[in-house]
């Protein structure tokens, strides 16, 4: 026999961990509603590997002569290294900047809410994963853009 109760529990579960692509449209969508489910749940790691991971792949498939170009504008006349050394310094930026970045933004946001305002129920991790799914934003834009 089915038990109601067991559906309940089930949808709540269901409720409080979206998935990676719903969380994301969530971003979008209903921020208010996916800052209360990772309240719950801070899947942080995975969905800033897969934010490095795009921004990888998005900067592999970049034409070299593109990359060139944006590095001759920014030398300003220095010399500049190969095309695959600005890939691997290009790939190590991402890294850094994807999870260093994170961190330390995840890191202001605790001190301002949580030691300057005081406010004292939200956990690092939990700033940490809403910054990873911030970082959705800037991605896609990058990517429609």
Not at 114 to 141: C, E, K, M, P
Request: net charge neutral.
């Amino acid at each position: 026999m089915n038990n109601p109760y067991q559906e309940s529990e089930e949808v709540s579960v269901q409720a409080a961990a979206p998935n990676l692509i719903q969380r994301v449209i969530a971003v979008f969508a209903s921020p208010t509603q996916l800052g209360e489910r990772l309240r719950q749940n801070s899947p942080w790691f995975v969905t800033l590997s897969i934010v490095a991971l795009v921004s990888v792949a998005t900067l592999l498939i970049t034409p070299a002569e593109l990359i060139r170009e944006a590095a001759e504008r920014a030398a300003e006349g220095r010399p500049l290294p190969g095309p695959a050394v600005m890939r691997a310094i290009g790939i190590g930026f991402i890294l850094v900047a994807s999870f260093g970045g994170a961190a330390l933004i995840a890191g202001v946001l605790y001190l301002i809410f949580n030691v300057i305002f005081g406010q004292s129920d939200t956990t690092y991790r939990q700033h940490l994963s809403a910054v990873a799914h911030v970082f959705w934003i800037s991605l896609l834009g990058g990517l429609i853009v």
